[in-house]
């Protein structure tokens, strides 16, 4: 795309540049005009694309890990438009022409050549958009859980509660469902507690939920609650529900592990039991029948 400069003015710059220039004039002022169309470009996104994109950024709420990729991509893209200016205001329209064919060919090559890229960094563009989890939150996916290390354009870096680091492509995050039990300010636990047909079930719910009232690490609003949910072979399933503050994946194992434990202990006082499974094995008698053909 051409840009239109007034025909006096550039007429007028030439005469004046001529005497010092003599036949390289022409090329001096279409160069001296690239390089003011640039610069005015340059000022341009300082000034203005610069406060803007601050400005939607902080409206997006967008982390500092996620505001350099996309500050990166948007100086290219203004770049590239100022390069584009630039040629079409200095004349250099049959260049860029051709540059624009042979960087279009060279971009299908590319696109085909680097599918999974290009499809990762469309991943990455819309977790940062979408903020499905942030750098600290612990994520499930696919079977497998951590705690996410960093966001890229391209990847994602979680490491696991065995310490290890997995390098996970952007758009396996975004083509399948993510667990995030950290996204918001509270987190539901729930745990079955197995008691005996014989227990009184009435007095197993109190100690549950008098338990859970009495931990430190669960709230009082929700209230904890307990349903009858299970009639298993051995046991009468209890099922307790407690929500914890501010979760993370130490907050959960620590909470749930108190409480089961304080609840147990309980139930060891009051004498109500949690029964292990029981079988029963039937064999042949160990005696036969006398066999019918006379023997003894």
């Not at 996970?168 to 729930?190: F, M, S």
């Not at 907050?251 to 109500?272: N, Q, T, W």
């Amino acid at each position: 795309m051409a840009v239109a400069v007034p025909a006096g003015s550039v007429v007028a710059v030439r005469g004046a540049l001529n005497p010092y220039f003599g036949p390289f004039t022409a090329a001096a002022v279409d160069a001296a005009t690239f390089l003011i169309v640039l610069a005015a470009v340059y000022v341009a996104f300082k000034i203005a694309v610069v406060p803007l994109s601050v400005r939607v950024f902080d409206r997006r709420g967008l982390d500092d890990h996620a505001r350099k990729p996309i500050r990166k991509l948007l100086a290219f893209v203004v770049f590239f438009v100022g390069i584009t200016v630039a040629f079409g205001a200095a004349g250099y329209g049959d260049f860029l022409q051709s540059l624009a064919t042979i960087g279009a060919a060279a971009t299908l090559a590319i696109g085909f050549a680097l599918q999974d890229v290009l499809k990762n960094f469309v991943a990455g563009v819309f977790i940062f958009t979408d903020k499905p989890f942030r750098i600290g939150d612990w994520i499930e996916w696919q079977g497998n859980s951590g705690v996410v290390e960093d966001i890229s354009l391209r990847v994602t870096r979680v490491r696991t509660f065995d310490n290890e680091l997995l390098t996970v492509p952007n758009n396996v995050l975004t083509g399948d469902v993510i667990k995030n039990p950290v996204a918001k300010k509270t987190l539901r636990l729930k745990f079955v507690f197995g008691i005996d047909y014989e227990d009184d079930i009435d007095k197993a719910t109190e100690i549950i939920v008098e338990e859970a009232e009495r931990s430190e690490a669960i709230l009082d609003d929700p209230a904890p609650s307990v349903r009858l949910t299970e009639l298993a072979d051995s046991y009468v399933g209890l099922q307790s529900r407690i929500w914890i503050d501010d979760p993370s994946r130490a907050d959960f194992v620590k909470a749930r592990a108190d409480y089961v434990k304080a609840v147990k202990e309980r139930f060891d006082e009051e004498g109500i039991s949690i029964p292990f499974p029981q079988r029963t094995v039937s064999g042949r008698n160990s005696w036969e029948e006398p066999s019918a053909f006379g023997g003894d």
